[in-house]
């Protein structure tokens, strides 16, 4: 099934989603959402990937707009992109924006999902790696995105319950990544548990969109991010090297709500 180029959005108003569940929800193998504009005006989650009703496999979620979803204020619970019961995702270029809580949720049992050349930017968080009952989501790469200015927790990261099995096989690698409110100049990275962070990530510093208010996320001359995301910013620029300091790998960090 493939569902391209529409604009597909879940909210009351529109007539079909009165309970406010997820939308689009995707509960089956081999879907691809592409060239789609999708949104709720902030009344719930946007794509959930694989729940207790159906297990998904080798989705693909690409070149899309996925914004303003989720109640606000943010509540912890509700992204732009939920990947809960899953295998084989891929999310690329896309752009991510404005979304009440996480960008890119990975909870509790997520599988080798791929994420790259997105912008994902201005959400309440930008990607959790996370796990609870007995899973933990692991073996995610997610590379060559600009992960910026979240609003209520960090760029990226992870949590997963006392007693719970920890993520394995998770990176994080060539990324552009930083602002934000809990960007202390790492770029906005919480202490790596459960994922690794490589050493070739730009990290805290301004990307330079053209223009972010107007949500047009092209990268003017002389970005720090030149050369990454290249599919969702239309740039052509290449990546010419980094400056950025090494993240230190730090203990478990102290437990924080889960997002369900």
């Known amino acids: 099934v493939t569902i391209s180029n529409l604009d ?83 999310i690329v270029d896309n752009l991510i924006y404005a979304n009440a809580d996480r960008g890119v949720q990975l909870y509790p049992n997520a599988q080798r999902t791929h994420i790259a050349g997105n912008v994902i930017d201005g959400n309440g968080e930008g990607i959790l790696f996370s796990g609870d009952d007995g899973d933990s989501s692991n073996d995610n790469v997610v590379e060559d995105n600009i992960i910026t200015n979240s609003n ?70 002389g970005s720090p991010c030149a050369g990454i995301a290249n599919g969702a910013t239309r740039s052509t620029a290449t990546r010419t090297g980094t400056t950025e300091p090494t993240v230190a790998t730090n203990p478990a960090p102290a437990p924080t709500p889960a997002s369900t």
């Not at 794509?47 to 912890?76: M, S």
């Not at 602002?179 to 510093?205: L, M, S």
């Open 8 to 90: 597909l959005n879940g909210t009351p108003e529109q007539g079909s989603n009165d309970d406010n569940d997820p939308s689009p929800s995707i509960n089956a193998d081999n879907s691809t959402f592409t060239g789609n504009d999708v949104t709720n005006d902030h009344h719930a989650i946007c794509f959930l990937v694989g729940n207790q009703w159906g297990h998904a496999a080798n989705t693909r979620i690409e070149g899309n707009r996925i914004h303003d979803c989720g109640k606000l204020p943010a509540n912890n619970h509700e992204h732009g992109i939920y990947v809960e019961e899953s295998n084989d995702v891929e």
């Open 152 to 221: 209520q927790r960090n760029n990226v990261e992870s949590w997963y319950p006392e007693g719970n099995p920890i993520g394995s096989g998770n990176v994080v690698r060539n990324n552009c990544i930083g602002g934000g409110g809990r960007d202390n100049g790492n770029g906005g990275i919480a202490e790596e548990w459960g994922f690794k962070v490589a050493n070739n990530n730009v990290v805290g510093r301004n990307p330079k969109f053209a223009d972010r208010g107007a949500k047009d996320f092209r990268l003017e001359s």
